[in-house]
């Protein structure tokens, strides 16, 4: 797959396999490739792709923070709407929930199969760069930017070191269902 911006556009680059060749041609025969547009959102920006492990293809934009969902068949829908400008990256988490993070106010969203989001954390910069999740279900992130006023999220400080609040379910989730009001999350940290 290919992006473009702006005006972007999601373009599908397709290998043909090569010729045959000939008993006369003794250059071995190159791999063709040729690209087609696999789907136009009609956003000014595209940022990222990620595919589920049902090969259906996830498209982050900008300009309107809208996250498309286009299936192995071509069919596509808005899968996710943020109240953010951009949504700059996206990941998937062992569980298939979709992990997208922005340009605005630096929110890290977690987003169910349904389409369901909520913000996980608020990064003390304004833009989300970049998204790896290990095996335990942590997040690590990169962000740049900083941002107009307010603070850098549920609790942060200069060292760059995050904790979620004692007892809180809006932190990032190691173990996603195991936790509620009255089971609440073990305290997190991120440098």
Known sequence: M??????????????????????????KPEAEWKSSIYFDPGSKYIWDLALDASGTLYVATGDHGEIFKVTPTGDHSLFFKSDEP??????????????????????????????????????????????????????????AGEKRGGSGGP????????SSPPNSCAAIHRWPGRCSPDRPAPRREIW
């Open 2 to 27: 290919s992006i473009t911006a702006p005006d972007g556009k999601v373009y599908r680059i397709e290998h043909v396999a090569a010729k045959a060749a000939t008993k006369d041609d003794k250059s």
């Open 86 to 143: 951009h949504i700059r990256v996206l990941a998937f988490d062992a569980q298939g929930n979709l992990i997208a993070g922005s340009d605005g106010s630096g929110l890290i969203y977690r987003i169910t199969p349904k389409g369901e989001g909520f913000v996980l954390y608020s990064a003390p910069k304004r833009e989300i760069t970049s998204l790896a999740l290990d095996r335990a279900g942590n997040i690590y992130l990169s962000a």
């Open 155 to 162: 609790s942060s400080n200069s060292s760059g070191r995050w």
